[in-house]
């Protein structure tokens, strides 16, 4: 695997996303390397994965070129079925998953974070639920995962202003778990987890995962359809044009 860095230590597993240069921005190569990663994780004697990216964020969400690329709508459903087996397979995996979240955690990015049992952030991370800018709804899970936090209300606002938060504005809001100095005070953390009663946390969280998981692959599933068409509209294209070209996009709700 070349984006996705996989190690194990005693109970112990760490992924690391690795895109750096493009802020871990997750192509067609990462969903199917973690897809992989995943699978191995599953198959361990690991009972604790440590989820973090490489370079000056986490991730900033789906991969703009990648998403230009898919005209195919048999090509699009392919990739947004890996979506949907990534995030599946990290919400109801018999591990507890910790993400640490530092720099940008964007999109997709924030709905893979999302998906993990606790999230961490340092306190430069920002936040941001940010389809709505080039005309799109959340996938990866985002609307489940954010009115499991938040509320159904307070999800769709945030889902349709779209705004960047910082590591406070997510706390306060439940987004975030915990908030750390850097990157050495989650491993603190981190550590303490390790020490766990971990057989009984993970009990409980496979009890959940076992109530909704349906309801997480029907969202899923939802959210493929309607991302599918408002790929087709003119507020798509207007967005992603203005996202190239560094601009206000002018959205006319066609």
Request: proline content about 3%; overall charge negative.
């Amino acid at each position: 695997m070349e984006t996705v860095v996989l190690s194990f230590s005693g109970n112990l597993a760490v992924l690391e996303l690795n895109r750096p240069d493009s802020l871990n921005a997750m192509d067609v190569q990462m969903l199917n390397e973690l897809v992989e990663a995943l699978r191995q994780v599953e198959q361990s004697d690991a009972q604790l994965l440590v989820i973090r990216g490489r370079g000056r964020g986490f991730s900033a969400g789906g991969d703009i070129k990648t998403m230009l690329s898919v005209e195919d709508p048999e090509k699009f459903h392919e990739v947004m079925n890996t979506i949907q087996q990534v995030i599946a397979t990290l919400y109801s995996m018999p591990k507890m998953v910790i993400a640490v979240v530092h720099g940008p955690a964007a999109g997709l990015g924030l709905s893979f974070a999302l998906a993990s049992d606790y999230v961490i952030a340092t306190k430069e991370a920002r936040l941001a639920m940010n389809f709505i800018g080039i005309g799109l709804i959340p996938d990866g899970g985002g609307h489940f995962f954010l009115a499991k936090r938040v509320g159904e209300t307070k999800a769709k606002h945030i889902i349709w202003e779209g705004k960047p938060m910082n590591a406070h504005e997510a706390y306060e809001l439940g987004i975030v778990d915990f908030i750390v100095e850097d990157e050495n005070e989650a491993e603190q953390k981190i550590a303490e987890w390790q020490a766990k009663p971990l057989q009984a946390m993970i009990a409980t969280k496979t009890l959940y995962a076992n109530l909704t998981k349906e309801e997480l692959l029907k969202v899923l599933q939802f959210e493929t359809e309607a991302q599918q068409k408002m790929r087709q509209t003119e507020d798509h294209r207007e967005g992603v044009r203005a996202f190239l070209e560094k601009r206000k996009p002018n959205f006319t709700g066609r």
